[in-house]
Structure formats: structure tokens, C-alpha cells
T-cell receptor, first 115, second 114 residues
């Protein structure tokens, strides 16, 4: 079964607008962590933001925020005030305690920012 | 700090050849992993190691071997390359096991098997 589901293969967003990238996950483990990574066309993987399963507040890092809805098993990434440099592939990922806190990834969402 | 270093960056192999993808980290991280990235499938875990001398299989281990003789190095061996192994390979390292442990990635190796 798919652990991480990203249902949007590709999205277009206008510069300076906000965009929400969907991520749902599947786990029965009470202790887990959720991550978002950015992969620009150059290919490197860049860590953006982290949310722990026990965190009470949504994580924020600059223009990135994570809309964490635990009961719905949802961890959507919100990018505010989009910039041309935000054009990239975005991956949602999860670490579960069992086994060994392996990091599992979703299929990714390609974001294209239009001027 | 170099972080996670992968070599080579590009490689073309003929079917049936073997090769080793190198991965080294200088952050004294216990946890290292190998992923392959294919279009539409995200990153899939091949093998991982929670410390020197300990390795385990991930989601897609067939056709690959790993070893972890030191904390720093985690090479990935392709035993007999097949066209299905054409992919981009990423090595990642993390400080330790835990739900909040960030993974640091190498630059990737683009492998083509003809």
C-alpha cells in the first residue's frame, strides 16, 4: 500500500500567489515525522520543512508552512508569495518508527511558477 | 564540510556489467540510505544502514548489494546491470534513527544501462 500519496502531478501558479501542495499519508504508528523536500531542475534534494506527529502547531519556515491535519492524515505544503525560483518538483516524505524510521516518499508534484 | 558525496555523477553501462556507486559522508551520521528516482514514482528505498556493519533491504533491493564497513562510506553495487536499473540514484545520510531526523542527500548519479 502507498504510504505517501501526492495526487497532483503538476500545478501552475502565478508569481506572488500562494499554492497548496497536497499530501496524505498512511500509518498506524503514533510516532512519525513528515518532511517536504524540493528538487529543482538541477536535481539536488533540498529540505524545506518538518512536522512531528506530536507537534501541536503547524510548522512554518519562511514562506513555507505545513497544514497538518492529523485526524485526516494530511500534511499539505503551502508556499506563499510564489517566486520564479519556486519552480521545481516537491516531495512529501514520512519517517515511521517501525521499522527503523525509514524515509518513504510520495511521487512528487511539479510546480511551475508563471511570471 | 562536503556533506554527502556521490561518485560518479553520470555513468553508462552495458547490460550485464557490474559497477559500484560510491557514497561518502563526513558528518558522522549513523544512518545511510540508497534511493532510486524514476519518473512518476518518487524516490524508492533500495537499501539502508543504521550503523557500521548493519544493512537492511528497502522497497526495491533486487539486483543491488550494499555493505557498511565504516561510518563514512556506503557503496551500492550493481551485480549485473539491466536496462530496468536505468535511473537516478541518490545516497542520503541522517544523524540517527528518529522521527524528526532530516536526511541529507548527495547530488545524485544518473545511470543509463544500454
Amino acid at each position: 500500500a502507498q504510504k505517501i500519496t501526492q495526487t497532483q502531478p503538476g500545478m501552475f501558479v502565478q508569481e506572488k500567489e500562494a499554492v497548496t501542495l497536497d499530501c496524505t499519508y498512511d500509518t498506524s504508528d503514533p510516532s512519525y515525522g513528515l518532511f517536504w523536500y524540493k528538487q529543482p531542475s538541477s536535481g539536488e534534494m533540498i529540505f524545506l520543512i518538518y512536522q512531528g506527529s506530536y507537534d501541536q502547531q503547524n510548522a512554518t519556515e519562511g514562506r513555507y508552512s505545513l497544514n497538518f491535519q492529523k485526524a485526516r492524515k494530511s500534511a499539505n505544503l503551502v508556499i506563499s508569495a510564489s517566486q520564479l525560483g519556486d519552480s521545481a518538483m516537491y516531495f512529501c516524505a514520512m519517517r515511521e518508527r517501525i521499522p527503523d524510521y525509514k524515509l518513504s516518499f510520495g511521487a512528487g508534484t511539479t510546480v511551475t511558477v508563471r511570471a | 564540510n562536503a556533506g554527502v558525496t556521490q561518485t560518479p555523477k553520470f555513468q553508462v553501462l552495458k547490460t550485464g556489467q557490474s559497477m559500484t556507486l560510491q557514497c561518502a559522508q563526513d558528518m558522522n551520521h549513523e544512518y545511510m540510505s540508497w534511493y532510486r528516482q524514476d519518473p512518476g514514482m518518487g524516490l524508492r528505498l533500495i537499501h539502508y544502514s543504521v550503523g557500521a556493519g548493519i544493512t537492511d533491504q528497502g522497497e526495491v533491493p533486487n539486483g543491488y548489494n550494499v555493505s557498511r564497513s565504516t561510518t563514512e562510506d556506503f557503496p551500492l553495487r550493481l551485480l549485473s546491470a539491466a536496462p530496468s536499473q536505468t535511473s537516478v540514484y541518490f545516497c542520503a545520510s541522517s544523524l540517527d534513527r528518529g522521527p524528526n531526523t532530516e536526511a541529507f542527500f548527495g547530488q545524485g548519479t544518473r545511470l543509463t544501462v544500454v
